[in-house]
């Protein structure tokens, strides 16, 4: 999203299949639209007022206060020691996209439309190339201050040049930004650019260039900065807590795809280095609101008295939306795990049955794909389609990509299924990674030692039974717990043997693909390619879903790199869930139907209830977590 599930999340955005869409609109003819998405598709007309999954009448007001449960670029979710979250260096606060504009804004029952935010409308040339926004004239920042288009140019500049190197390589194909005038921001694109890399470049956040020509962007800092959101940051202590208070003038309330949305006065994130402790401080109310990560405590603890006198609910959501990979990667950059064959042998190692029936309360499905839980996953054998993708690189890909996708293998439920071991340590052998004194050896005779790296106490129950599997093995595994930033360095700089990652993918996938899979990005630092993938045949797939010119081309394409990767062997999957497992104290209300696309809405989407927010017995200011 476990101990992770859905916690360690990087997401490319967008989710599965097409929502049930009306007629197209367009703009690549050139003709101005308030609107854009990969292929041309919108729901929404011109006029529309507001996104129909919002309640347009919700209450403003309240507090919703959470942990984090997802985040992106040099983001944590135990702890932050700065207010910049678009750079490599430092830990960034969650939630501080919030105070940003961006030029446009998502749809949440749509896979990947934009609407109008800071932009009133684009104009697309027929080449699709050239990006021409208008800009809103009531744009403003909180000190007052226009936002005009020179700002947007700016930022998009700046972010290329200096932003987190996630963001330079999505902008790859990203040219040039102009700012005609102070309404007109002309954007320019690289021929055969990436399909989604307008839409990612229409999301990235607009910073004031007066305030930063004056500082240097580059530079971890808690000074508050200047923005132009729904919220500014309010009230914070570096690795406990922040807040974000509503602007309640913001001039984007009222605007269609604002309506219904950011509806709380204070959005608040506690954080927390522990799992357990951070459970504790929900059932002591000092956060309000918890998505569920690890089963054992939505199977175990929740019977505290406040949710058997119904102050505390608890909710179960469908998630529709691709589930993507989690895993421990392999760092294919080491010696001793280049070899296919050693990766499939920690694969065979790791008894999934055994660990999610005893540790997990059978509450997880395997994840086999980075395309899990969607239609873009390979299953069977390739059809014709894939199978004309696939014959170029006949010779260059191992035969079995021709045939049914590679599946970790099931074991008996044991914990030490004897014939997965067996086929492990044949693996092994043929690798040249033999036992000498009950040990295994490397090739070169060195000791095979594994060290897991692990930021959170809670996921050492899961290590325990597959260090235990590869000791039988002749494996000398441990697990490295370190603080979270020292783990966000070492997972930067590729120092590790085995880390543990969670993305989900998109339902358009496009240029979001290279960062985690390319040959450029293994060798970039703060890549998320943990593996260290680099294969010429995977690069050239990823070129044709980038360039896939519909849904159809597309998922024929994403199947047949789906094929190619699995075959890598790069990590050992772990597990996924298609719920959301939810609990909140009883003070909020939120769409009765929650929008396919956009998780579970919280906090654009929620609201806090005045009466019950108000109940002397419920009402509470979430204090800073007691230690």
Known sequence: ???????????????????????????????????????????????????????????????????????????????????????????????????????????????????????????????????????????????????????????????????HPIIHQQMRDFVSAEAVDDATLVVTFAEKRGRDVPLYVAGLPIFSKAYYTRRNFEESTLEVPLGSGPYKVGRFEAGRYIEYERVKDWWGRDLPACRGAFNFDIVRYEFYRDRDVAFEGFTGRNYLYREEFTARIWNTRYDFPAIKDGRVKQEKLPDETPSGAQGWFINTRRAQFKDPRVREALICAFDFEWTNKTIMYGAYARTLSPFQNSDLMAEGPPSPEELKLLEPFRGQVPDEVFGAPFTPPVSDGSGQDRALLRRASQLLQEAGCVVKGGKRQLPDGKPFRIEFLLDEPAFQAHHAPYVKNLGTLGIEASVRLVDPVQHRARVDDFDFDLAIQRFSMSSTPGDGMRTFFSSQAAGIKGSQNLAGVADPVIDALIERIIAAPDRDTLRTACRAFDRVFRAGRYWVPQWYSASHRLAYWDVFGHPAKLPKYAGVGVPDLWWSEPAKASSPALTTDPKVPQQ
């Open 1 to 163: 999203m476990t101990a992770l599930t859905r916690r360690h999340l990087l997401a490319l955005g967008g989710s599965a299949a097409m929502a049930g869409c009306l007629a197209p609109a367009r703009a690549a003819d050139g003709a101005e639209a308030h609107g854009m998405s990969a292929f041309g598709d919108l729901k929404y007309p011109a006029d529309f007022a507001h996104f129909d999954y919002v309640n347009v009448n919700a209450p403003k007001g309240g507090v919703l206060s959470t942990v984090p449960s997802s985040r992106a670029y040099n983001q944590s979710f135990q702890t932050f020691n700065s207010l910049n979250a678009f750079i490599l260096k430092g830990d960034g606060a969650v939630g501080i996209e919030q105070t940003f504009t961006t030029l446009m804004t998502r749809a949440g029952d749509e896979p990947d439309a934009m609407y109008g935010l800071a932009a009133r409308s684009v104009r697309i040339s027929p080449d699709g190339l050239t990006y021409r926004f208008t800009l809103r004239p009531e744009a403003r920042f909180h000190d007052g201050s226009r936002l005009t288009a020179h700002d947007a140019a700016f930022s998009l500049t700046l972010l290329k040049a200096k932003g």
